[in-house]
């Protein structure tokens, strides 16, 4: 059972990025999904933005969530990038969190590898 990622890079401030995260071994379709982020230097992870087991998709703020249940994958779109959203950028999966507990790290029993996002000009 795991969750890769793939997405991410160099981008320019004010543009976007797309990550993705592909599930083996398990379908997502019934998994509450969050996405976490480190940033340099920063051991906690921060910036939660997560949909619940029977979330399709979720806005926030400049983000944007959503699942492809065919494809067994999710996605996190960021738009106007910031330099300050540079940071290694992580899914996670779990089946059994309520809503309270979406935004709580140590709640997830699945985690991607991680994602490097990198934005400068």
């Known amino acids: 059972l795991q969750l890769v990622q793939s997405g991410g890079g160099l981008v320019q401030p004010g543009g976007s990025v797309r990550l993705s995260c592909a599930a083996s071994g398990f379908s997502l379709a019934s998994y509450a999904i969050g996405w976490f982020r480190q940033a340099p230097g920063k051991k906690e992870l921060e910036g939660a933005k997560c949909i619940s087991r029977s979330g399709r998709s979720a806005l926030v703020g400049r983000s944007t969530l959503s699942r492809d249940n065919a494809k067994n994958t999710v996605y996190l779109e960021i738009n106007s990038l910031k330099p300050e959203d540079t940071a290694v950028y992580f899914c996670?999966?779990?089946?059994?969190?309520?809503?309270?507990?979406?935004?709580?790290?140590?709640?997830?029993?699945?985690w991607g590898q991680g994602t490097q996002v990198t934005v400068s000009s």
């Open positions: 996670a999966a779990d089946q059994q969190l309520i809503t309270s507990s979406l935004g709580v790290p140590s709640q997830y029993d699945y």
